[in-house]
């Protein structure tokens, strides 16, 4: 899956041709709702957006926290390449 496979504000992926064509309108499957369907219903996402800001403070911190991890059984510590 890309990038361009997701939409760029709720960050689902989205629907394609043969979900449209394998769901009726209102299917409430765990697969329907999984999806953004905003090529099908509108040119907007209706879904809640991303917090880009927080998904990448989140993933910041999560590279510190691995780079302070032991690089060895032996607990030398130091940085991770």
């Known amino acids: 899956m890309s990038v361009a496979d997701r939409c760029p504000d709720c960050d ?20 329907c709702r999984s ?11 209706s879904r809640p957006p991303v917090d880009w800001r927080e998904r990448a403070l989140s993933a910041e911190a999560a590279v510190r926290r691995l780079r302070a991890c032991p690089t ?10």
């Open 35 to 45: 999806l953004c369907w905003r090529v099908y219903e509108s040119a907007w996402c």
């Open 12 to 31: 689902a992926t989205l629907a394609t041709q043969a979900d449209y064509d394998a769901h009726p309108d209102g299917c409430e499957c765990e697969r």
């Open 72 to 81: 060895d059984h032996y607990g030398s510590g130091g940085d991770v390449p």
